[in-house]
């Protein structure tokens, strides 16, 4: 396999070193979990492989990381007020 070399901006670079880093992943990583799956060379998983990935009996695990979007967001809501459960 080749490699190839773009040039970017700084805040572009910046942009996305850290969008690669808050995934744990590296930049060209990030890059090719961008593209629609079969321009990198990927298949899809079969549905018959996520049957049961998800116990509907369980409830729901609620741990998730805020961000600048969610907050914002739910800022918004709560004026209207809309509150998280």
């Given at each position: ?70 907050e914002?967001i ?12």
């Amino acid at each position: 396999m080749s490699e190839h070399q773009i040039s970017l901006p700084q805040e572009v670079y910046s942009g996305l070193l850290a969008a690669a880093n808050a995934n744990g992943i590296s930049p060209a990583e990030w890059i090719a979990s961008q593209l629609p799956i079969a321009s990198v060379g990927m298949t899809a998983k079969p549905v018959s492989d996520l049957i049961g990935a998800i116990n509907s009996k369980q409830k729901p695990h609620q741990d998730y990381e805020t961000n600048f979007l969610g907050e914002a967001i739910a800022a918004k809501l709560a004026k209207q007020g809309i509150k998280k459960p």
